[in-house]
């Protein structure tokens, strides 16, 4: 009697959580990215850490150092045109959650605003055509979105800064996250990690 108490109680409780609203809100800037939870009346903030330090190259011969740079440049561009040719995948993947949370859920909050350089004028165009069309996507899901995301051709360079708040039932969150995993392109984006 007591043990089907215990366990009816245990399934109550977590039936309640359940139904609990979450609230999680990413703040990122140079510094790092700071991720907020709130849950019931409980509040979480994680903050970044510092760099322990930059990491100290050996002197090699000149002709060796520029050609492995080299190599590792055309790898580095070779695997970024590879996941920019699997944006469409989660473009679809994105204009879905967000129409789901729109649905479930309240997006509080959506800001975006910095600069982005690559190095390579047309890594960087391509990217910066890949920002145009989430930002699309953003403002018809969200019309408060604010994206004001700069290219950089000259130079090498990530200087965003953003904020994003939602809130949204822990039931729906689950959901959401089946969702996602289920949905998307595992086999291509386990491969270029593991080329990456």
């Known amino acids: 009697m007591i043990l089907w108490i215990t366990l009816s109680s245990v399934l109550t409780l977590f039936l309640f959580l359940l139904t609990r609203w979450i609230g999680v809100s990413f703040r990122g800037n140079e510094a790092g990215l700071a991720v907020s939870v709130s849950f019931s009346r409980l509040r979480f903030t994680v903050y970044p850490r510092a760099s322990a330090g930059k990491e100290v190259k050996e002197e090699k011969g ?22 920019l040719r699997l944006a469409s995948d989660f473009a679809r993947l994105l204009k879905d959650a967000l129409n789901f949370l729109r649905k479930y859920g309240r997006i509080a909050k ?27 996507i953003l403002k018809q899901a969200l019309p408060t979105a604010g994206i004001d995301v700069q290219p950089e ?44």
């Open 62 to 83: 000149e002709v060796e150092g520029k050609e492995k740079e080299e190599q590792k440049s055309k790898e580095n561009i070779r695997n970024a045109i590879e996941w």
């Open 110 to 136: 959506l800001n975006l605003t910095g600069s982005v350089g690559t190095g390579d004028p047309y890594l960087t165009g391509t990217f910066f055509g890949l920002i145009e069309t989430v930002k699309g």
């Open 153 to 196: 051709f000259g130079e090498k360079r990530l200087d965003l800064d953003g904020a994003f708040s939602l809130e949204i039932r822990l039931i729906h969150l689950v959901f959401l996250l089946m969702f996602t995993l289920w949905n998307l392109p595992k086999r291509k984006v386990w491969r270029l990690v593991r080329n990456s």
